[in-house]
């Protein structure tokens, strides 16, 4: 059974909460089946975006890269994911020192 996408974005608030890494909810996508996007913001003009994917060689799904660099450019490489996907989920997480928690157990996979 595959969790929700609502759950997981609820779980994964929670435990950015628990370490005190703030993250909000930028757009709301399908609540079952929406994908996640996560944009780190280290709040000195530079960010990143990550996605999901699946790993051709294990099978297994991997946060990766969608775009990195300019704060902007990676606005627009999001935006550009919004307009491919409208059921998209956006989370961002604002943290200095580029934490997002992604590669933690139980949010990798």
């Known amino acids: 059974m595959r969790l929700t996408a609502r759950l997981w974005v609820d779980a994964y608030l929670t435990r950015l909460r628990l370490a005190d890494i703030p993250a909000f909810v930028t757009a709301h996508g399908d609540d079952t089946g929406g994908a996640v996007l996560v944009k780190l913001n280290t709040l ?37 994911q919004r307009g491919f996907d409208p059921d998209l989920w956006v989370i961002e997480v604002e943290d200095r020192q580029g934490r997002h928690l992604l590669d933690e157990p139980g949010l990798r996979e």
């Open 44 to 80: 000195d003009g530079r960010a990143r975006a990550f996605t999901r994917s699946f790993d051709l060689t294990t099978g297994d799904l991997t946060w990766v890269a969608l775009a990195e660099g300019e704060e902007a450019e990676v606005d627009a490489a999001v935006a550009r």
